[in-house]
């Protein structure tokens, strides 16, 4: 849970972001192979999750970024209820934790064996002594953070086709594949690209939104369910998962389960760009909220606008998971809300533990990375998890808050990454 807001909350992040501010006069344990990731532009207040500024340069992995060891656990001065949230959603992570590959270079499976065996049966009550115990902390890059917020959903929808409910919501391809090596140039990250091969046995890129909104998997039996405003769904796939609720009630989970291919692209920067978002006449708020009225508002030009977004995400049905639990996340747990951050995994372990500091006081503390997003990309980057809701809607459609971010690692592997440095 975040800290209390007040004078005494406002206080202790001013204290947090002066000890981090610190760091930079400190030497780096592994310094970067290059320039660092250039710091998003700001956006304008109430600038919403989906309206991200151009992703920076990416640097290959958190090591090859640079390291710098952070403060002690102890000095973060962590709040007993955020602690404790905190350290359930560590211990939930776990069992995929150790077993996972970390692609940021930073830790081994076995690194997490340790704090892992040892968060299965630690007094709750006492979690802050359990985190300054088993972790030390790491600043990545220059530590500088940018952080949105997402929500999951709940629309109009229902699993069989019926009048008034024509969107169709489509499961995984089977002809989405990854490119074989020598059939197309790697990604940045060394992993082939996602796309096709076509009738000639060539591989191209998948279809974008526009030809699959056109009907390009049509009649393929891939639908899942189908949605009554494709605005709406449009902002499901943003959010990665929601819910679709039919006329009579029910509910249907639907949960990320791959995507096209295609960059993302957020539409609110395109408005911007084209002078659609402010507060003149014509123009229409930075919102998730705004963006939704000038799409209905615009029907024509809404959809185009939409159609900028090539991305497109597939769902899977999640149904039967614990309707109590938040939706299952990149590392196959349940998100918490005000806890659960998407990280890129090329720079934070997924399962570790994030200290925030920032100029937002609902983002400040501990955080927990057990996601990842299309547009979640780079050193420090990353989307907060508010639940589902009215109130998760706007508290995530408004997020964005600057500041610094320190990783938290298992004891002991800083001076490993020091010893592969100095041989």
Avoid at 35 to 55: F, I, K, L, M
Avoid at 262 to 275: D, H, K, L, N, P
Wanted: glycine share 12%; hydrophobic share 40%; proline share 10%.
């Amino acid at each position: 849970m975040p800290p209390a807001r007040g004078p005494v909350a406002s206080a202790h992040i001013a204290i947090c972001l002066l000890l981090l501010a610190a760091l930079a006069a400190c030497g780096q344990l592994i310094p970067p192979a290059g320039p660092g990731p250039a710091t998003p532009a700001r956006p304008a207040p109430g600038y919403p999750t989906q309206v991200r500024p151009s992703a920076p340069p990416v640097l290959r992995n958190a090591v090859l970024a640079g390291v710098t060891p952070g403060p002690s656990v102890a000095s973060l001065r962590l709040s007993p209820s955020n602690a404790q949230t905190s350290l359930a959603a560590f211990a939930a992570s776990c069992p995929r934790l150790i077993r996972r590959g970390d692609t940021s270079g930073l830790t081994r499976a076995d690194d997490w064996t340790g704090p892992c065996t040892a968060a299965a049966t630690w007094l709750a009550s006492d979690a802050a002594t359990f985190f300054a115990t088993w972790f030390e902390t790491a600043q990545v890059a220059d530590g500088t953070t940018y952080v949105t917020g997402y929500f999951e959903p709940e629309i109009s929808g229902v699993r069989t086709r019926q009048p008034g409910f024509d969107v169709p919501i489509y499961r995984l391809p089977p002809d989405l594949v990854r490119a074989r090596i020598g059939d197309a140039p790697p990604n940045p990250d060394g992993t082939q690209p996602l796309g096709r091969y076509d009738a000639n046995g060539a591989f191209t890129p998948y279809w974008d939104r526009g030809q699959i909104a056109d009907g390009a998997l049509a009649g393929q039996g891939l639908e899942i369910g189908w949605a009554a405003d494709p605005a709406e769904l449009f902002f499901l796939q943003v959010q990665g998962s929601g819910r679709l609720r039919a006329p009579d009630g029910t509910i249907m989970r639907i949960g990320y389960a791959g995507e096209n291919g295609w960059s993302y692209t957020g539409i609110g920067q395109v408005m911007r760009q084209q002078g659609l978002i402010g507060t003149g006449p014509g123009q229409y708020p930075g919102s998730m909220q705004g963006i939704l009225r000038y799409i209905r508002e615009h029907p024509v030009e809404g959809r185009a606008l939409m159609r900028t977004n090539r991305a497109y995400v597939f769902f899977r049905d999640t149904t039967g998971n614990n309707a109590a639990a938040g939706p299952v996340g990149a590392l196959s747990v349940p998100v918490t809300p005000r806890v659960t951050l998407a990280a890129d995994p090329a720079f934070v372990p997924l399962g570790a533990p994030v200290w925030l500091a920032t100029d937002n006081p609902a983002v400040q503390g501990l955080w927990v990375a057990q996601d990842t997003g299309g547009a979640i990309k780079g050193a420090n980057r990353f989307d907060s998890f508010w639940g589902s809701g009215t109130e998760a809607r706007t508290v995530a459609g408004g997020m964005s808050a600057h500041g610094r971010a320190l990783l938290l690692l298992p004891r002991g592997v800083l001076a490993r990454l020091a010893g592969q440095v100095g041989r």
